[in-house]
T-cell receptor, first 115, second 109 residues
Framework: DTGVSQDPRHKITKRGQNVTFRCDPI?????LYWYRQTLGQGPEFLTY????????KSRLLSDRFSAERPKGSFSTLEIQRTEQGDSAMYLC?????????????FGPGTRLTVL | KQEVTQIPAALSVPEGENLVLNCSFT??????LQWFRQDPGKGLTSLLL?????REQTSGRLNASLDKSSGRSTLYIAASQPGDSATYLC????????FGTGTRLQVFP
């Protein structure tokens, strides 16, 4: 399967713990995006990378959140000192910016529950 | 600031009906508009992408139109089926996607 993959699919953690999520984009895609979706809402943009460079970060991405994309391949999203308000679905998407489409393809998401 | 609104928020219809889902956005300076489907607890599946220079796109029973000047897009679903039950999201694209809150569709037999 050559789609976007995310790991883990589900994560339950206690408040105050650190968690890390991984996203593997479609192999030829140079852009990688992170979004967060809470129940009943549309996804909200967090950050995106073009190759290994992080080009934009949303104000939603507090200093407890950090994202990396070493070598421009997979990406990790870490949340430190988790809070109950961090409970959400974290979605990753990738695209190729070399066309006018820049169509984004999404992974299955990681559902985070903070107890 | 771009804002995206979808109407209706929820829709319940009998099988076979033709449906219209609406999406409106406040800033017409967009590159593309994408329609997605999301099943409960799952990721997003891209249905259609309309470039800003295009007026519509079709895929099977789905047709999406775009009117940039009025800030509107419409997703038309022909001959709805129970398998179409899902949440439908529209998103406008600059460098990132800005989503509406979705239309939750239920098609009953």
């Amino acid at each position: 399967d050559t789609g976007v993959s995310q790991d883990p699919r589900h994560k339950i953690t206690k408040r105050g713990q650190n968690v890390t999520f991984r996203c593997d984009p479609i192999s030829e895609h140079n852009r990688l995006y992170w979004y967060r979706q809470t129940l009943g809402q549309g996804p909200e943009f967090l950050t995106y990378f073009q190759n290994e460079a992080q080009l934009e970060k949303s104000r939603l991405l507090s200093d407890r959140f950090s994202a990396e994309r070493p070598k421009g391949s997979f990406s990790t999203l870490e949340i430190q000192r988790t809070e109950q308000g961090d409970s959400a679905m974290y979605l990753c998407a990738s695209s190729f910016s070399g066309t006018s489409y820049n169509e984004q393809f999404f992974g299955p998401g990681t559902r985070l529950t903070v107890l | 600031k771009q804002e995206v609104t979808q109407i209706p928020a929820a829709l319940s219809v009998p099988e076979g009906e033709n449906l219209v889902l609406n999406c409106s956005f406040t800033d017409s300076a967009i590159y593309n508009l994408q329609w997605f489907r999301q099943d409960p607890g799952k990721g997003l599946t891209s249905l259609l992408l309309i470039q800003s220079s295009q007026r519509e796109q079709t895929s099977g029973r789905l047709n999406a139109s775009l009117d940039k000047s009025s800030g509107r897009s419409t997703l038309y679903i022909a001959a709805s089926q129970p398998g179409d039950s899902a949440t439908y999201l529209c998103a406008v694209q600059g460098d990132k996607l800005i989503f509406g809150t979705g239309t939750r569709l239920q098609v009953f037999p």
